[in-house]
């Protein structure tokens, strides 16, 4: 028996028109200098993305060829979000922080044809743009130079100049929701970056179940400060959510550092944002540094990249602002779980469920393997490899590869972990990062959450080490703030309550910065590499 509903595709031409013509007067507004904005609407939006996408058309873009983009989150960005996938083409946001040869290598591995870059970043495609042998046009936003694009075989427009030429109108096209809309691609830690492919439908469930009040709560009374760059993993999906909901879109383009950050939210006054703990770190130092600032609006900040510190929520809390932790990856698109403690919970069981990876959200399940590929049970002890399915968790990386990180319909996520009788994911290590010392496991990542909640550290990445005795010890790469002269003994004396004793570190070094890898993610292989090459510089606890 068949239903009696129309059969109405989930697209993101569908997201775009809601946006534009029920909630055409809510606000995007995006940053142009750490003290000035520029602002528009949704159905200025709307406008513009047509007027994209007659470009485009007229570039040749035909079909589902790839669009890609070398921006920051700005209005620009916004409009390919909204015109590539409406038009029947597929958006590829290409992340900045990566290097030369990879961005090439994605961007003929994805075919692209045509890039949009911002101005301030043409040096940085430049050195990749000679290598892209797919690309033939490149449309510049702003006036700045572009002669070194020249020379490279590819036709260099002005975005502005090109827009203009457009009518404001566009047919979108009926597209099949299962079709592509957009990709990303990982970002090569191990050999290199895999692309991941979202269609309509996974971008528009996902959207929605953003909205939802067991997710991020996402609704038209918020304005959204999407930090987190629209590079990575869709910006968390904040931005279709944003306009699912008709929420107000803050985009802070390129001042991610936590001045600008705070100047806008005072400035703006949003209710909700998203972005990795290191920038709520840099946020909270700030706030403590230079007292008076006013970042009252805030009422949910989604956290997420890596584990949020427990010390990190407590410090907001006191603030009255509630950090929540949200767990996800490129190929979850990303959003997965989100740490909601129910009410009627102690203080202590509702900040042990918050420091969890929370519970998965509709539509999308999760469970714990071991080495074999057997279930284990949801009973809180049980730990193995995570892995999730649903219908916008990826089903395989563009052009097949990596098949081994996919296991009878579900993607192994290289997450170590364990889930318990409420169905809380907690997750205790990246399975290249997990410690095994004298047989049994030891976390990093809870070192690390509570190395950082020490007064002295800025930031901590710990590592394993060959130890002949224990086969590895765990080594505690720590950044302390400027001024602080935290000693091996004084962290371990500082852990040493806090975690088992056998979990202390031995070794220490104490580094300028921790590398980070293309997601802004600490890239531990880099430091194995360097204590491998002598590189680091190390000191022993006189208890070790």
């Excluded at 534009?20 to 609407?41: F, K, L, N, W």
């Amino acid at each position: 028996m068949k239903s009696t509903m129309q059969d109405f595709p989930l697209t993101v031409a569908s997201v775009l028109r809601h946006a534009a013509s029920v909630h055409g007067d809510r606000q995007v507004i995006t940053a142009v200098t750490p003290g000035s904005s520029r602002r528009s609407t949704y159905a200025e939006l709307g406008e513009r993305s047509a007027q994209l996408a007659n470009a485009l058309r007229d570039l040749g873009i035909t079909g589902d060829e790839r669009v890609a983009t070398f921006q920051w989150s700005n209005q620009e960005h916004l409009e390919a979000y909204a015109a590539v996938p409406s038009m029947g083409a597929v958006l590829h946001t290409l992340n900045l922080r990566l290097p030369p040869h990879q961005l090439s290598y994605i961007a003929g591995h994805a075919e692209d044809r045509v890039v949009i870059v911002d101005d301030t970043l043409v040096p940085l495609l430049a050195r990749a743009l000679p290598e892209m042998g797919t690309v033939h046009t490149v449309l510049v936003a702003g006036s700045g130079d572009t002669s070194v694009l020249e020379g490279h075989g590819k036709e260099v427009l002005r975005y502005d100049e090109v827009l203009a030429a457009q009518a404001p109108t566009f047919d979108w096209p009926v597209v099949d929701e299962t079709s592509a809309a957009a990709m990303c691609y990982t970002s090569g830690t191990t050999g290199n970056p895999k692309g991941v492919v979202y269609s309509h439908r996974s971008m528009w469930l996902h959207s929605q179940a953003a909205c939802t009040h067991n997710a991020l709560g996402i609704a038209y009374d918020d304005t959204v400060l999407a930090i987190v760059p629209m590079f990575h993993a869709n910006a968390w999906g904040l931005p279709y959510a944003a306009m699912m909901a008709g929420a107000q879109l803050l985009l802070p383009g390129p001042f991610l550092q936590a001045a600008p950050l705070v100047a806008m939210i005072e400035a703006e006054r949003p209710t909700m944002s998203g972005a990795v703990p290191t920038i709520w770190n840099d946020i909270l130092n700030y706030v403590r540094d230079n007292p008076g600032h006013d970042l009252s609006s805030l009422k949910m900040v989604a956290c997420g990249g890596s584990a949020v510190p427990r010390s990190l929520m407590t410090a907001f809390d006191e603030l009255g602002i509630r950090i929540v932790q949200a767990w996800g990856m490129t190929e979850t698109s990303p959003l997965a779980a989100v740490a909601l403690a129910p009410a009627g919970l102690s203080a202590e069981e509702a900040m042990r469920l918050r420091g969890t990876q929370g519970r998965v959200v509709a539509g999308v399940e999760a469970r714990i393997v071991d080495d074999t590929g057997l279930v284990m049970p949801h009973d809180g002890k049980s730990v193995g490899e995570l892995e999730v399915r649903g219908p916008w968790v990826t089903a395989s990386y563009y052009g097949g590869e990596d098949s081994e990180k996919f296991h009878d319909g579900w993607l192994r996520t290289g997450d170590v972990g364990l889930i318990d009788p409420a169905q809380f994911i907690t997750l205790t290590d990246r399975a290249k990062d997990v410690i095994k010392s004298g047989g049994e496991w030891i976390s990093s990542v809870e070192l690390e959450n509570e190395l950082i909640g020490h007064p002295d550290v800025l930031q901590a990445a710990v590592i394993g080490v060959p130890d002949e005795k224990w086969q590895e010890r765990p080594l505690a790469a720590v950044v302390r703030k400027p001024g602080a002269a935290a000693t091996p003994d004084e962290l371990r004396e500082f852990l040493s309550d806090r975690v088992a004793k056998w979990w202390l570190p031995d070794s220490w070094s104490f580094i300028d910065a921790v590398p980070l890898t293309g997601t802004g993610k600490f890239d531990k292989k880099v430091l194995r590499q360097q204590y491998a090459d002598g590189e680091l510089t190390v000191e022993n606890s006189s208890r070790a």
